[in-house]
């Protein structure tokens, strides 16, 4: 567990590991939080577990899950990962705890996941060419996952060998999940894959957007990919989101430039290259212009 943890990963894993045993009757799936900094640990929402020391190769369990959480330390918890390793139990690595993983072991014939965002990070500071954009990913016992949103999911699939047909599909009406998704399903990448959040038009220009971060389209031009005028496509972003497209255009480009800039040593003139500015002052002009926007609309 990590300092300033996510509180969604955590409690998406113990309230599925709590509703399995309500399944079966009896306390078949126990866990413990340990920490390379033990004590009382606050998450980012206000959750707060009383972690013990991890001792790399002490008392090892069934299942080893590191999750993940702001700035992630991976020099303590990878050698309980290596221990877990030796002893051929499996381990699942979560969000920030995968980037951090990724970038230590640098995996060259395996294919290893994370969130998509830093996946996006990675591919731009480095040659990750078994790097995925799936849900998860189980490499010799060791999987990596996009964790947040899809913990859940995650957790039922780790215990679900452990429960029959009848107990795992009471597990997940509990659980108010329709289906579990498998880990090779590729993550939702970008606004534009929410599906029912946005009309069809607007959708599909978010996707176009997204798609080209590094050499951006003229309004104009996406507007006829869609195949409606200008006008309408303008009016569609006011209607629906209180924001013109043009504006929603370069919040995405300065989303993904300020991740960079905070996740990555790129230099300044490279990471405004990759988010389609041809200068650091026309970056720095984004920015400005981005910090006085007004606080509308949906990357606001």
């Known amino acids: 567990m990590q300092d300033a943890f996510s509180d969604l990963e955590i409690s998406s894993i113990v309230t599925t590991l709590m509703a399995a045993n309500r399944v079966v009757g009896k306390s078949t799936f126990n866990w413990k939080f340990i920490s390379d900094n033990p004590g009382l640990i606050e998450g980012h929402c206000g959750t707060i577990v009383r972690a013990e020391p991890a001792v790399f190769d002490h008392q090892l369990m069934d299942f ?43 995996p060259s014939d395996h294919p290893v996941t994370t969130h998509w965002r830093d996946v996006g990070v990675l591919k731009e500071t480095g040659f990750f060419h078994t790097l995925s954009t799936r ?26 060998d452990s429960l029959g047909r009848n107990e795992l ?21 970008g606004v534009s894959c929410l599906a029912n959040m946005f009309d069809p038009q607007i959708e599909r220009a978010i996707s176009i957007m997204e798609e080209h971060i590094c050499d951006p389209l003229a309004t104009t031009e996406i507007a006829d990919r869609i195949g409606i005028s200008i006008r309408h496509f ?23 430039a300020h991740a960079l800039i905070i996740e990555t040593k790129l230099q300044l003139l490279s990471i405004a290259l990759a988010t389609g500015y041809s200068s650091v002052s026309s970056l720095s002009g984004a920015f400005l212009r981005n910090l006085a926007s007004p606080r509308q609309g949906a990357l606001q």
């Open 169 to 189: 599909a009471e597990l997940g009406s509990r659980l108010m999940i329709q289906t579990v998704r498998s880990g090779s399903v590729e993550q939702p990448i």
């Open 135 to 160: 849900c998860s990913e189980n490499s010799g016992g060791v999987i990596t996952s996009a964790g947040t949103g899809y913990s859940l999911e995650l957790a039922v699939s780790l215990i679900a």
């Open 64 to 106: 080893l899950i590191v999750v993940g959480g702001g700035k992630v330390d991976p020099n303590g918890w990878m050698q309980r990962v290596r221990a877990m390793q030796r002893a051929g139990r499996p381990v699942a690595i979560l969000s920030d705890a995968a980037t951090a993983y990724i970038k230590i072991a640098r």
């Open 234 to 256: 303008e009016r569609l972003f006011n209607t629906h989101l209180s924001i013109t497209p043009g504006r929603y255009y370069r919040q995405i480009r300065v989303k993904k």
